[in-house]
């Protein structure tokens, strides 16, 4: 631990209390829009859809504007502010467009910084140590999402789930928002500004290219993968209590506070696209158990989600810092590829759900991660055989 960087540990406190606002209220988000506001599944997929857009393709535009014009710590500061003040005023809306609305902006926030942290993330890490720098940063991350899930435990167990308390959860996200916020502030230094020399508005590298070309998998992946609020919905639907919702979360999140810094390690030595491999697996192990509709193997599904969430993040982000040259535009096209296909995704699964029943939309989930996972794992095995025979051949 004592190679990482501090302002790469500032980073993840940073982290730590934003995620703790947002897992007080992502369990129950749906719960709030679905029993509470009486909206349908098929709504649900266009709250989900709407904001995983904005949150990601965002990231484009300020990957570009931090390698261009070297701003980086405003974008990050700016985005935690939006996120910080977005989240509590869900607690007065009355209908799923203004829910929408506010988890579009607290996405925009997100999107807002995103691609920037990476950039200062991969910008203070030591040499050869992106992976042990973006795992530790997704440690402290989780720990926060682990905490606001307890957190939101707490509330329900002893304050019930009625909907004054519910609304009571967001608007308490508040406190934890300007912590993080206030330290972002006065604990983080920002890079120092150059100005890309180049004079086109966006240019890749080859080397850019080669970092991208395996992401695509991801992509793919992305439009079959359940989204949270879909875990969440399923699992009400084979019977599993509100008030337990919250710990279906910490096991994910718990998942992934314990590996984070491990698999971060795993993809110093042997490599990220092996460890994408592995989360891929991971994913169609979650989207099976979820298939099999039952309150145990729902509990299971979450262990696995929580694997897939962590390994993929971490090798998707480190494999970009090893491999790129415009990390902050490699950043920024990685996160637009999963907002055109996370929220094609969401949308699709809710119209399925709503019509066609959850069945249906299991099976369109299974079907699809697993035909993408082995499409990738062909793909990753025969890149290592191609390079295996050039290297004994120059032999």
């Known amino acids: 631990m004592k190679t990482i960087d501090k302002n790469v540990v500032m980073l993840g406190w940073v982290s730590f209390f934003t995620d703790m606002a947002s897992a007080m209220i992502n369990p129950i988000l749906p719960i709030f829009v679905i029993t509470i506001l009486h909206e349908g599944m098929d709504k649900l997929g266009v709250i989900v859809a709407v904001a995983t857009f904005v949150s990601y393709a965002l990231r484009l535009v300020s990957g570009y504007v931090s390698d261009r014009y070297g701003i980086v710590k405003p974008l990050v500061v700016s985005g935690y502010a939006l996120s910080a003040i977005s989240k509590p005023l869900i ?44 795992g530790f940063h997704k440690t402290l991350d989780i720990g926060g999402e682990l905490s606001g899930t307890l957190i939101l435990l707490g509330i329900l167990y002893f304050w019930g789930e009625s909907e004054e308390v519910i609304r009571n959860i967001f608007f308490a996200t508040l406190i934890p928002g300007v912590i993080g916020l206030f330290i972002i502030i006065m604990f983080v230094k920002d890079l120092s500004r150059k100005k890309s020399k180049s004079k086109k508005r966006f240019f890749l590298s080859k080397q850019d290219r080669s970092a991208l070309l395996p992401l695509f998998f991801y992509f793919f992946f992305l439009l079959f993968v359940f989204n949270d609020a879909f875990f969440t919905m399923q699992a009400k639907d084979v019977g599993i209590s509100t008030i337990f919702i919250p710990l279906l979360f910490i096991v994910s999140a718990g998942v992934q506070t314990f590996t984070s810094y491990l698999f971060g390690v795993l993809i110093d030595r042997i490599g990220a696209e092996w460890i994408l491999a592995f989360a891929y697996l991971c994913g169609v192990a979650a989207q099976g158990l979820l298939y099999l509709q039952k309150p145990l193997y729902t509990w299971f599904s979450y262990l696995f989600l929580g694997l897939f969430t962590v390994a993929s993040l971490n090798a998707n982000r480190s494999l970009i810092a090893q491999r790129a040259d415009n990390r902050g535009s490699v950043y920024g096209i990685f996160y637009a590829s999963v907002a055109i296909f996370g929220a094609a995704g969401a949308y699709i699964s809710g119209i399925i759900w709503e019509h066609f029943g959850i069945a249906s939309a299991l099976l369109y989930g299974l079907a699809g991660t697993a035909v993408t996972a082995l499409l990738s794992l062909l793909f990753f095995f025969s890149r290592r055989l191609r390079t295996d025979i050039g290297v004994n051949g120059s032999g």
């Open 91 to 134: 607690g007065f809306t009355n209908g799923y467009i203004g829910v929408a609305i506010l988890r579009a902006l607290e996405r925009f926030g997100k999107g807002l910084r995103s691609a920037p942290k990476d950039l200062m993330i991969a910008h203070f890490s030591k040499k050869n140590g992106s992976g042990r720098s973006f």
